[in-house]
């Protein structure tokens, strides 16, 4: 068996499942330069609480955690990840190629420069150019990053928009591999019906009403505020509408137009936030505000409503209780919470800023794509999906078809079938 070393800095729900199946096909280790402080439960300041995984994070693969001298340890900053000991422990490993998770840290760009050359190095990142800046800072940007990319013999691209940012940063395309940005599929996918309908009823969510669903940091760059400001103005849209509607028509006729449009009468919409952080309570007030008024013409207490953060292991029964997923951030490298509500069969709403959005979302087929911080164009998407309920059962097979292919074995394969052509 080849022998593969892995520098990351610390153990990463997503990416750990993808070490537990490369190491029942090579000799793998994972060196993490973050050290023991990597280990312990973080505080996230995006969520505003500490964080730990409810998933075993460091089971079936070998691993070390390396020494890191750093005055302020951490993955928030270059200087966070030293560690003295990296190229020997690296060295008494000897493995075929290395493969670096960031460029960043002190630690990972020291192993990139010492093992050009003498080791294939490997790069995997999921920058991409939708936030593209102009000007000096991006000349000088780009120079760098030429000059970082020149050490790497081979880089893994999680999809169409990543591999655009590392050409332009100076890859070829023989050095460019396609190893799709995946989650756990099958756990998602596991049937958690009776739970995501027990969660349904505690919103007061009826079997037949619409649930939108947000799920991450609520922090601007996220932008759910747009989303929340979205669906009030179609919902104070609709109550215009019906207005009208119970002026012009009779009763008869407007259930009958009601239901050529695949419309219940009953059916409600809801909207549920699922997260902390810093614009929680402005959404919070802005949401009890609405609830207030909506309550005054459709019978139900409240139609937004909010979760705190939850661990990976209840995550699947929130996405499986809603109908739509909806990403409206103003800059995401991916999102890999798409690739989540994909593998449940959900809807899916994202802004043009989403990385995966071109690769995961096909306009009209398993989603919209809507232009970012645009409400009228969200708004617009939103209403398609409220007012033609038949198309949630199609989108619904789509999403499950589509994200098939964007699997942890597909990754894996690509690593392993690279390791074995090294020489």
């Known amino acids: 068996m080849k022998k593969l070393a892995i520098i990351i800095t610390h153990p990463i729900q997503y990416y750990v499942p993808v070490f537990r199946l490369m190491a029942q096909q090579c ?52 200087k966070g990840i030293i560690n003295p ?94 190893a799709p940005h995946a989650v756990d599929n099958k756990r998602f996918a596991e049937d958690r019906k009776a ?12 079997n037949e009403d619409i649930l939108i669903l947000f799920a991450g940091k609520l922090e601007p760059n996220k932008n759910p505020e747009l989303l929340l400001d979205a669906f009030i103005a179609w919902n104070k849209e609709q109550q215009a509408k019906n207005k009208e509607l119970k002026c012009e028509i009779s009763p008869r006729n407007l259930v009958e137009m009601t239901a050529e449009k695949g419309m219940s009468s009953n059916k409600k919409v809801h909207l549920l936030f699922v997260g902390n952080g810093v614009l929680q309570e402005s959404l919070k007030l802005k949401a009890q505000v609405f609830n207030a008024e909506i309550a005054s013409y459709l019978a139900m207490t409240n139609s937004i409503h909010f979760m705190d953060f939850q661990n990976q292991t209840q995550m699947p029964v929130v996405y499986q209780a809603c109908n739509i997923y909806c990403l409206p951030s103003k800059s995401e490298t991916w999102g890999l919470a ?86």
């Not at 995984?53 to 750093?70: A, K, Q, R, V």
């Not at 998407?381 to 942890?408: C, E, M």
Request: aromatic content about 14%; proline content about 2%; charged content about 25%.
């Open 85 to 178: 000991d990296i190229i020997s422990k690296i060295e008494e490993f000897s493995p075929n190629a290395i493969l670096i998770y960031g460029y960043i840290y002190d630690s990972h760009l020291k192993a990139m420069r010492h093992f050009k050359g003498k080791i294939p190095i490997w790069f995997r990142g999921d920058s991409t150019l939708l936030g593209e800046q102009f000007g000096f800072k991006a000349i000088a940007k780009k120079l760098y990053l030429k000059w970082v990319y020149s050490h790497v013999d081979k880089a893994f691209y999680v999809g169409t928009n990543n591999k655009a940012y590392f050409k332009k940063y100076g890859l070829k395309e023989k050095q460019l591999v396609f």
């Open 195 to 206: 739970e995501s309908n027990d969660l349904r009823e505690s919103l007061g969510v009826a």
């Open 338 to 423: 798409v690739n989540e509500a994909m593998a449940v069969g959900k809807a899916i709403i994202v802004s043009d800023k989403v990385g995966c959005a071109i690769d995961l979302v096909q306009d009209g087929i398993n989603g919209y794509i809507f232009r970012s911080n645009d409400m009228k164009d969200l708004t617009e998407k939103l209403n398609l999906l409220f007012n033609h309920s038949n198309l949630l059962a199609d989108f619904r097979k789509q999403s499950q078809q589509l994200i098939k292919n964007w699997g942890f074995e597909h990754q894996v394969e690509q690593f392993i079938t690279t390791l074995n052509a090294t020489n």
């Open 27 to 78: 000799k793998l280790k994972v060196f993490y330069t973050w050290g023991v402080a990597g280990m312990v439960p973080k505080h996230d300041p995006g969520f505003g609480k500490t964080i730990a995984w409810d998933l075993p994070m460091l089971d079936g693969y070998d691993y070390e955690l390396l020494e890191n001298i750093s005055a302020n340890p951490g993955s928030h900053h270059g």
